[in-house]
């Protein structure tokens, strides 16, 4: 059994790519606004908003626990639309060697394909998957959708 995994999802939003990449790439901290049942707040620990680089912790919640994770920016794809984040400390990392977390949004007529990537690797062959943290990073984006719509 391979502790090397990948995970990939494409779901269709309606807010347009620029603005859904928008808050991902320089406005993440914006998500305890957006989702405040599931992002608890968004600090800036390093470096500035939106510059690769820069060290974000996040604490949110799954299934009801706090939860930590300190990630650095990366990369930030401006003509792509894509940022990488990689998990540098914090609870992912009780259970995943590395961790990595690569967000895009593709144009789509007047709607927007936003794909999802985890890239990780286990500790050992007991650890589950990250499918609760891949479900619930799809989740952000749909309910950035309808934050971005509605504005």
Known sequence: MSLV???S????IVAPHHEHHGVWSGRPHHFSNVSPGKIKKVLLHEGDWGSV???????????????????VVESIDEENKAVTFKVID????KEYKSFKA???SIPKG????VCWTFEYEKLNKDIPHPFKVFEFAIHLSEELDDHLVQA
């Open 5 to 7: 995994g990948k995970l």
């Open 110 to 113: 007047e709607a927007t394909w």
């Open 102 to 104: 690569i967000v895009q």
């Open 53 to 71: 680089g820069s060290i974000i912790e996040w604490h949110y919640v799954i299934d009801g626990k706090d939860h930590v994770a300190k990630e």
């Open 90 to 93: 914090g609870d992912l990392l």
């Open 9 to 12: 999802a494409e779901i269709l």
